[in-house]
């Protein structure tokens, strides 16, 4: 399929489509794209245990690492449109190199990328866009960070550069922690994306994550969601991946969406723009709405996971096209999106020792609620079947388990209900996702 679509009056057929990935964000993003009528084929690679309980969609046996068998499948397959779910190949550049075969490509190109693969470049592009964000200081080595820290004299938030899989951040409270985690980062703990560090100054506030899908020209806004990010109960424990959410995030109203589209997204498509980037996939904002206003605590290039698990079933069917229609540089020939009025809540079950050490390998049994045509849906990520033909574990995170309601209450209720009929050893989840808005 051609990427540039000015000639183009409509947009061309969706009927095959790739998804590279193998997480709870691609299962989600398979189900939800298959939703599109005239779909015949969703392949994920390489999927995991979840991806064909959608009759519509197929495992292929390709890591997202590998480039070449993706490019290669793209061929074979004749598909019309790929989704790259994650920041790993997105930073590696897999949508340039798609985009050389003339593919229709979800997921910004390298340069994109960088938003979320150096902390360093998105801090100077937010300070070039006077985008709101933390204050921060760059040290390219031990004893510089520490001399900043002398200098400074408070507690800092310490950040890897570099992608360190959500683990190379620590918010400090105290200049001893600073320095410790300094050192922690500098020991080589996080290969090359340790090489440098930003210092942040500590910002207060609760946090929200806004998604906007962008044609590298036009945004369109999608709901807000609330992530969980630490492990345990009252938001303790070490940063996860993420161990729940819902969307929408009650905290952003109308009023502060439009201000964080004026202040923050807009200005970061402008700013791309005028870098020659053209930017076509997701910008995710985190950000902490301070007393001052919101301000950006990161970008991710990507949905979130498991922020997409909580958003993907609130999306009408012409959600692939719209993704379609941003690959291609055309969001204004997209449909227009219809996105429901309910509550989507999302809670994570995870295998014990996740995140430093998760245990694999055991069975999963589930136990499916009887009655019929309730809004849950399971979303897999560390599954697969073993040799025996059991689902078992094969990765921290393990199943997500979403359901819609006309309130919050409704909605975790359903979700609540459903884990108890999924078991393995050691599963674990946390029992207070959406604690802000459950009552
Ligand atoms: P990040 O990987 O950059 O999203 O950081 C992980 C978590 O660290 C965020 O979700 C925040 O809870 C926290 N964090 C990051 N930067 C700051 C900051 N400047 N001030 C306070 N907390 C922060
Ligand atoms: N849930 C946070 C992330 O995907 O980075």
Redesign the pocket.
Known sequence: MKQDMTSIKNLPPLRKVLIVGGGGRENALAWAIAKFEKIEKVFVAPGNAGTESNNSCKCLDIEESDSKGIKQACQSLNVDLVVIGGEKPLSLGLADQLREDGLAVFGPGKNGAQLEAS?NWAKELMYEASIPT?KYWLANSKEEASELLKKIGTPL?V?ADGLAS?K??S?CNSIEDTQASINEVFSGKFGKAGEKIIL?????GP?VSIFAISDGENLIILPTAQDH?RLLDGDKGP?TGGMGAYAPAKIVDAEKLQQIKKTILLPTLEILKKKNINYRGVIYA?L?LTKQGPKV??YNCRFGDPECQALMPLMGAELAQVIQAAALGALEKAPQLKISQSISACVVASTSGYPENPKKGDVISITQNKKKDLPIQLFHSGTKLNSEGNLVTSGGRVLSVVAQGDNYKDAFKLVYETLKGINFNGIYYRNDIGYQVRN
């Open positions: 902390k933390a938030v950040k959500g190379g951040v918010v942040e100054e500590c910002l207060q946090e990010k940063n985190g902490m605590i990161e």
